[in-house]
């Protein structure tokens, strides 16, 4: 079936460096991907998304890149900054299913 | 604030009991999510509702149940609660009925916390 697999955090980084968190997806037929970000005590929000292959989504300063090749949406940012502290999820809807796979979601600590 | 709205915020409860959780979706949407988050078993889907019908199942064991009702708003029934059942518990709307729609984005309730004791 299908499956999301995603780096393991904690994730802790110093404002203003680059980051980069791994997704990797397992699906048949051509799946639309997701990155969903959960600040503390709330639920979660779309942060940016891709539906076909070689697609970018971007939002707020993040990337990622629909890569069928590799199986991979990896999410990057330039510059983080302290408000981006959260936890990040990847997930993907494949084309005949109805719901959202999620990853096991990577929290990301930015210390000032 | 995504429109979503959760009650109650925090629930604690005995094990073998059952409990209720309401989700009112954003005006306008038809379809609510129920979704399980815990530290084992990561975000799950659980169940959709589309204008008072089921639409998709997922993990949702034999003891829950959910119903949406003619205003839209969702309930997940939880019953002979165990202590794995802990933990939070978040409501998704959405306008149509299909996940994979790009005009059908999620939209995200703050969460039910249930603590099983």
């Known amino acids: 079936g299908n499956s999301v697999t995603q780096m393991e955090g904690p994730v802790t980084l110093s404002e203003e460096a680059f980051l980069t968190i791994n997704c990797t997806y397992t699906?048949?037929?051509?799946?639309?991907l997701f990155w969903y970000v959960q600040y503390p005590g709330e639920g979660l929000q779309l942060l940016l998304k891709a539906t076909k292959a070689d697609d970018k989504g971007s939002n707020k300063g993040f990337e990622a890149t629909y890569r069928k090749e590799t199986t991979s949406f990896h999410l990057e940012k330039g510059s983080v900054q302290v408000s981006d502290s959260a936890v990040y999820f990847c997930a993907l809807v494949g084309s005949s299913a109805s719901k959202i796979i999620f990853g096991s979601g990577t929290r990301l600590s930015i210390r000032p | 604030d995504s429109g979503v709205t959760q009650t109650p915020k925090h629930l604690i409860t005995a094990t073998g009991q059952r409990v209720t959780l309401r989700c009112s979706p954003r005006?306008?949407?038809?379809?609510v999510y129920w979704y399980q988050q815990s530290l084992d078993q990561g975000l799950q889907f659980l169940i959709q509702?589309?204008?008072?019908?089921?639409?998709a199942k997922g993990n949702i064991l034999e003891r829950f149940s959910a119903q949406q009702f003619p205003d839209l708003h969702s309930e997940l029934n939880l019953s002979s609660l165990e202590l794995g059942d802990s933990a939070l518990y978040f409501c998704?709307?959405?306008?149509?009925?299909?996940?994979?729609?790009?005009?059908?984005?999620?939209?995200f309730g703050p969460g039910t916390r249930l603590t099983v004791l």
């Open positions: 699906a048949t037929g051509y799946p639309s």
């Open positions: 998704a709307s959405s306008v149509g009925g299909r996940a994979e729609s790009s005009y059908n984005e999620q939209f």
């Open positions: 509702y589309y204008n008072g019908e089921e639409r």
């Open positions: 005006s306008g949407d038809l379809s």
